[in-house]
């Protein structure tokens, strides 16, 4: 059997910083999630083996590359210890996670410090949204659209629609609901902002359309931030994990959404292989969706949550309103998603996604989620997705036992 892998401790910044703005960089903001990490997770530099760096768009956003090179420049005592930069756009982070896994499992390393880094506030709103429709098929997808990632979870939203009907209501619920959740996360970039209940609905005033059928309250936010976490195996357990690796679930398709939808045209499922992804991590796990209380899932928009929601089963396909209507998202429902506010109303470093999610999974199985604690929280799952879910990487997160 695969050496199994714990979460030691981690770290996340405040998501509402504009680094920038702060005559601050990727070294800063590295040096902060590292030294916040290992005080965490109680280690010292030395006992880490190896490290992954999550990062989508470095070089857009600021020319800088070479980031896995970043950790020993601003942390001196981790000269000579191996790092890769991994990118898959927003599940960039989640597969930096699954190396430090494979690296833990095969008996390689037996520490692994897991960074997600991410500034994006470097440049105007617009050309940000323009360097991260690089994640999709560039020049043969989105070329009449102002906003590339917009413009696609709208055709997601059509294509629901044509399939089962939809109600852009229920996608104004999980905004608000989102945007809710953060108000309580000390860490979350939107806690402080207000809206009025016409931020929530079809009001070209108070929530403009963006593109197509998503509307400003239905999109994340451009976000600088950086989370971290140290994982390990056996061998090196030297104290109580904060939680335990249970199960993954990786699937990787083409670039294109209208190939994805084209290819799914019979199947019950609009994305056959997240919902792949996320039972691979289930049976991994030894568990099914009953055996989950929570869930941290990729709402880059409502749409993309509102597609989580049948993906997981809460729901069967299509009927994801039910589960709004119900109040089973909402924490003390059913099946709480995104208490933390998810990316809507957290923020969404792109490169740190994937890692803040598991970070959060793990507060919340050891008790430590503050006022977005889940009671009796023992089982977490994340979903972390890159472009239109060409790159899915799913997880199920549990106590630390």
């Given at each position: 059997m695969p050496e199994a892998v714990w979460v030691l401790g981690g770290h996340q910044t405040d998501f509402a910083r504009n680094w920038s703005r702060e005559g601050l960089d990727f070294a800063d903001l590295t040096e902060e999630v590292v030294r916040g990490t290992l005080d965490d997770a109680g280690i010292a530099p030395a006992?880490?083996?190896?490290?992954?760096?999550?990062?989508?768009?470095?070089?857009l956003f600021t020319g800088q590359g070479q980031l896995g090179g970043m950790p020993a420049t601003v942390v001196p005592e981790l000269w000579d210890v191996p790092a890769t930069r991994h990118e898959a756009a927003c599940a960039s982070g989640g597969v930096a996670l699954l190396a430090a896994m494979a690296d833990i499992e095969s008996g390689r390393y037996d520490c692994a410090l897991v960074l997600g880094l991410e500034l994006e506030r470097t440049v105007p709103g617009d050309d940000a949204a323009g360097h991260l429709g690089a994640a999709a098929w560039v020049g043969h997808e989105g070329r009449d659209a102002k906003?590339?990632?917009?413009?696609?979870?709208?055709a997601l939203t059509d294509e629901y629609d044509r399939r089962y009907g939809l109600d852009e209501a229920h996608l104004r619920e999980i905004a608000r609901l989102n945007f809710a959740n953060a108000k309580a996360n000390p860490l979350a970039q939107t806690r402080k902002w207000t809206f009025t209940p016409e931020s929530f609905e079809a009001d070209d005033a108070a929530n403009p359309v963006v593109e197509g059928r998503v509307r400003r309250t239905d999109c994340s936010q451009i976000t600088d931030g950086g989370a971290g976490v140290v994982l390990a195996g056996r061998r090196f357990m030297r104290r109580r994990a904060m939680a335990r690796i249970l199960g993954w679930g990786h699937r990787t398709v083409g670039l294109p959404l209208d190939r994805k939808l084209a290819r799914s045209a019979g199947d019950r499922y609009v994305l056959p292989h997240v919902r792949r992804a996320?039972?691979?991590?289930?049976?991994?796990?030894g568990v099914s969706l009953e055996g989950i209380d929570g869930i941290e899932t990729h709402d880059c928009f409502t749409m993309s949550e509102y597609a989580?929601?049948?993906?997981?089963?809460?729901?069967?396909?299509?009927?994801?309103?039910k589960a709004v209507e119900n109040g089973d998202l909402a924490i003390g429902g059913r099946i709480?998603?995104?208490?933390?506010?998810?990316?809507?109303?957290?923020g969404h470093p792109v490169g740190a996604t994937g890692v803040r999610m598991v970070l959060d999974a793990c507060k919340q199985v050891s008790g430590r989620a503050g006022a977005g604690q889940v009671e009796g929280a023992r089982r977490f799952g994340t979903l972390n997705i890159g472009g239109s879910t060409t790159t899915t990487v799913s997880f199920v997160i549990g106590t630390g036992e």
């Open positions: 006992d880490v083996g190896v490290i992954h760096v999550g990062n989508a768009f470095g070089q906003f590339m990632w917009p413009h696609m979870f709208s996320i039972t691979d991590a289930f049976t991994r796990a989580a929601i049948d993906h997981f089963g809460i729901t069967e396909p299509g009927e994801s309103w709480p998603v995104n208490p933390s506010g998810g990316l809507i109303g957290g």
